[in-house]
């Protein structure tokens, strides 16, 4: 696609880096049919072909975009199932930031907006206020009827009160290997995860200790910036991402890091792109790479080191959602899938396993309609495969579709953990599951149908093969 | 002027207005394709949900002599996308809402689809009831439309590769707002049995009237599909000189003759299976000549590759049972001293040979998409003749072609995809659209293919939208008659993409 930038915009390295990616574009379209705000809403405008040409206009126009672009950029979720289906393989994802950024820059949004997203990008990095908020904000739930219609759906998101078993809990900041150190690694705490769902750190722990990791979390490594980021807020996205290199290249000068290992896929997702965040910093970039090189999904990590039998293998129906920032931008589908069966469970797949569930960072926050569809659409899919557990790898997964979806949703690490000495995910204390016996399974599947559509089967017929061979 | 605006009031209260759309930003998208021409522009994009509002669409056209232009679902890329066959008709996008799997019959294998049915949704379905069918894929991306390949008589690679001669009963509504169902389905009954199972019913088999044509549209069609083996194992070889093609036909014929392969042959040149991970190298640095022979062998070697690769599969028990029909071929090639096998397990990972395996084992893969890069730029074409299974004439047939893509400043990309008596030569041109000169050669070139094969008596089995009136022009003025009278008989009025596929009512311009 021919591109119409003056040299002067050219000069600067971000507009430079969108012209290339913006000629790339061939308008193919292959990426609408799986986009899901276009699937949902067949706009022209809101699929990534329409937006990355609402982009180019802004960009070469380089003043303020109308409110109509910004409605259509703000729609864009980052799930890049886009970038799965381009022939061309367009940057999108980067492209998609540089637009935000120059929104932020140069759109006025109305006064609610900007305090909301102000909030929003200050307090939820942050685990003090954050914390305060969430107090606030369980207060401000019995009022709900009162509240400002933008402030309703974080109300929604609110999640139950922390457990107090002192198995969930993570108190230290540094946890020695059980038995012979092999590896010492890093772990990003996360900003939110730590406060509304620390068991799933708590868990993770416990699975690399018990595989010979040490495991470190500075306290000066924070919010990985994903939030900011994805707000068009570079500069606090940079920060937060300069103090996160800061501390982890100290571990990996003074005792060495074999990895940094993420187990929030969206913050994974961040910091596996720190090289290019911090690009052009020139205190920061070369350092930036450095940690870049050594992050990896836990989940990655794992079946990297190797993970021996269960001790107590879990024989559920679990049904794998894979969290579009892990399957679409890590590509990382393997490995959970391949650990959870190891630990004993019978896994499925869902149906659009393409589809984002909604949550997206904060886009459940500030686009709430669009995220509650696409939070039904994924709860119909997963209950289409009648699991009896739900695993993701990310924080934002497991509380969007635990809004939507009646099957207790936990995190893949808990599950593992559960198999190999662990107490049972917090999730699943108070549900009782039938333990799936191996012959059994191929039947319940077989008899188990509340589909409309009509299915031809003979009961007795369990064998998988339609035909002799 | 007066009869759209008429025709848009009447559709608006049949469907909803908001399944009415005039946004400027769809028209243009709609309108876009990848061929040399200029983008047509629909002048609507109408959206129905179900059978009975396609029938109010085509008796509202009738009314106010409006020109419609159905589609299905996916990006028929380089074949004319989404663009009506004119300008200013008015597309009716089946896909977006009649997208339901209507029956899985998991005893007789077969599927009852909605136009807006994607190998994706299919494939996702399937797997939900336990894998035990398989899909049929094309070489096109998943999202792709499973009746609008078939349709169109598109085809995959394994036992089920026919995707038109694998649909069992469709329901078509007629130009004149009749609905018929084709094959058993015509019993004047709503409880019928045999609709997708019999292919063997009284009275002329209609459904090949309604394949690349514009004498009705199709809202439901049965697809049989394949069980899934216990096991597929794939085999390839690989060939180091252009002119290995004619022995390799050679080879290919007396395996498919007996069936003893039960896949199709894929054969596909160097550019076809190394395009989709590269880019000519010669044309970034600024040539606008056919890549040098000197590049291509340098990219052969750069992915252990040759001139051409052939892929098959055999489906079995096991792998062990699979095993000695492998051993089969393996020494029927390997008599030539030229084929290099590559076996199963190597090839998964070969990303050109993945593609293929993927292909055969119903696994819709983006794969091969990257090969809309090999030159930047958003043009791509297809040119689909084919030749019989006898070694000498394709390789005429192949210098030929080679040497027309050569004059015009071409790449010659191209997959053979071989039955007993025949092999469908898939040729493709990409060029960059916005490069005025090289665009009109991308299209002097496919103008120059179709002359030069059909002088050899080579016409062609499938085509490009803007290339329709163009193959029309190559057949029996007889057989373009009949087809215009077919047209007046089914759609008097000329409601259905008039057009389409070189078919008009008589006397139309």
Same mark, same amino acid.
């Given at each position: 696609m021919k591109t119409h930038f003056t040299q002067t915009q050219l000069a600067e390295p971000q507009i430079a880096e969108a012209a290339d990616i913006l000629q790339s574009c061939?308008?193919?379209?292959?990426?609408t049919s799986g986009c899901p705000t276009y699937v949902l809403l067949h706009d022209e405008n809101d699929g990534p072909r329409g937006r990355i040409d609402l982009i180019k206009e802004m960009l070469e126009s380089g003043g303020a975009p109308s409110s109509k672009t910004v409605k259509h950029l703000d729609r864009c979720m980052s799930c890049m199932s886009c970038m799965g289906t381009c022939a061309v393989k367009v940057d999108y994802m980067h492209l998609i930031d540089v637009g935000r950024a120059h929104i932020e820059k140069t759109y006025r949004r109305p006064l609610a907006e900007r305090l909301l997203r102000s909030a929003l990008g200050f307090v939820l990095p942050r685990r003090n206020l954050f914390k305060s908020a969430l107090s606030l904000g369980r207060i401000a739930a019995r009022f709900g009827r009162w509240m400002p219609p933008a402030v309703r759906p974080l109300l929604e998101l609110l999640p139950p009160p922390r457990s107090s078993d002192p198995a969930d809990a993570v108190g230290q900041r540094n946890y020695p290997a059980v038995g012979v150190r092999r590896w010492r690694v890093a772990l990003l705490e996360g900003c939110v995860q730590p406060e509304i769902a620390p068991h799933i750190n708590a868990a993770t722990i416990r699975m690399l200790t018990r595989f010979g990791c040490e495991v470190v979390m500075p306290e000066a490594a924070g919010c990985c910036g994903s939030l900011n980021l994805h707000m068009g807020k570079q500069e606090a996205a940079r920060s937060f991402a300069r103090a996160n290199v800061a501390a982890w290249l100290n571990e990996l000068d003074q005792g060495g890091l074999d990895a940094i290992l993420v187990n929030a896929s969206g913050c994974g997702t961040t910091v596996k792109d720190y090289g290019h965040l911090l690009k052009g910093d020139p205190d920061f970039e070369q350092g930036a790479q450095r940690v870049a090189a050594i992050a990896v999904d836990v989940c990655e990590w794992l079946m990297r080191i190797g993970v021996s039998a269960p001790t107590t293998p879990r024989r559920h129906k679990v049904t794998y959602h894979d969290a579009c920032s892990l399957r679409n931008v890590q590509k990382v589908t393997q490995p959970p899938r391949a650990l959870l069966l190891k630990a004993g469970y019978f896994v499925s797949d869902v149906p659009e396993a393409h589809f984002c569930c909604g949550s997206a960072g904060t886009y459940n926050m500030l686009q709430p309609d669009l995220a509650r569809q696409l939070g039904q659409r994924k709860a119909a899919n997963l209950a289409s495969t009648h699991p009896q557990i739900v695993a993701a790898g990310n924080i934002g997964c497991i509380t969007q579709i635990g809004l939507h979806s009646p099957t207790p949703i936990v995190h893949t690490v808990e599950l593992l953990d559960w198999a190999y000495g662990g107490p049972a995910p917090l999730a699943l204390r108070t549900v009782s599951l039938e333990e799936i016996a191996i012959d059994k399974e191929a039947h319940d599947e077989a008899v188990a149908s509340s589909s409309e559509q009509p299915i031809h089967f003979y009961p007795g017929n369990t064998s998988k093969d339609m035909g002799v061979w | 002027m007066k009869n759209i605006q008429n025709f848009l009031a009447q559709v608006r209260s049949d469907l909803g207005d908001q399944w009415v759309d005039q946004r400027p930003e769809t028209l243009v998208r709609y309108g876009e394709h990848t061929l040399p021409g200029q983008a047509r522009a629909p002048s609507a994009v109408l959206f129905p949900e179900s059978t009975a509002q396609v029938v109010a669409i085509v008796k509202a056209a009738n009314e106010f002599g409006i020109a419609l232009y159905p589609i299905s679902t996916g990006n028929n890329i380089g074949l004319g996308s989404r663009a009506p066959a004119r300008a200013g008709q008015v597309v009716v996008d089946l896909g977006y809402r009649m997208n339901r799997i209507r029956e899985i019959n998991e005893e007789t294998c077969y599927a009852e689809l909605e136009p807006g049915v994607s190998f994706q949704m299919l494939r996702d379905e399937l797997r939900r009831r336990g894998d035990k069918l398989m899909v049929s894929a094309t070489s096109g991306p998943p999202h792709g439309g499973i009746i609008g390949n078939a349709m169109d008589r598109g085809a995959g690679y394994g036992p089920y590769f026919d995707h038109f001669g694998m649909t069992c009963g469709m329901e078509v509504v007629l130009g004149n707002g009749e609905v018929i169902r084709t094959g058993d389905g015509s019993l004047d009954t709503e409880s019928l049995v045999n609709w997708h199972v019999s292919? !063997?019913? !009284?009275?002329?088999?209609?459904?090949?009237?309604f394949a690349q044509s514009n004498f009705g549209i199709v809202t439901r069609v049965g697809v049989w599909l394949m069980p899934r083996p216990p096991a597929s194992r794939s085999f390839h070889f690989v060939f180091p000189?252009?002119?290995d093609l004619a022995e390799i036909i050679e080879l290919c014929r007396p395996m498919k003759l007996s069936n003893f392969v039960p896949s199709l042959f894929r054969i596909a040149n160097d550019l076809y299976a190394m395009a989709p991970d590269e880019r000519n190298p010669e044309y970034l640095e600024g040539s606008r000549q056919s890549i040098s022979g000197t590049a291509r062998k340098a990219l052969q070697g750069k992915h252990g590759l040759g001139a051409w690769q052939v892929s098959g599969m055999f489906y079995g028990a096991s792998a062990a049972a699979i095993e000695p029909l492998v051993a089969r071929v393996r020494g029927h090639f390997e008599r030539s001293g030229k084929a290099r096998y590559i076996g199963h397990d190597e090839a998964l990972d070969i990303p050109a040979l993945r593609i293929a395996i993927d292909s055969m084992s119903g696994e819709p893969s983006a794969g091969e998409l990257g090969m809309l890069q090999w030159r930047p730029g958003s043009g791509n074409s297809w040119f689909l003749p084919g030749t019989p299974m006898v070694g000498s004439q394709a390789m005429e047939l192949d210098r030929l072609g080679r040497a027309i893509y050569e004059k015009h400043g071409m790449d010659y990309v191209v997959m053979h995809v071989a039955s007993a008596r025949f092999a469908r030569g898939l040729h493709v041109l990409v060029w960059n659209k916005d490069d005025a000169g090289e665009n009109a050669r991308a299209d002097a070139c496919y103008r120059e293919l179709t002359l030069e094969f059909s002088k050899r008596g080579i016409g062609v089995g499938r085509a490009p939208a803007d290339y329709a009136d163009l193959h029309m022009e190559q057949m029996m003025p007889s057989l373009r008659r009949a087809c215009q009278a077919i047209k007046q008989a089914l759609d008097p009025n000329g409601v259905i993409s008039p057009g389409k596929y070189g078919i008009d009512l008589p006397g139309a311009k």
């Open positions: 061939q308008h193919f379209g292959f990426c | 292919k !063997f019913s !009284f009275g002329p088999a209609l459904d090949g009237l000189d252009d002119e």
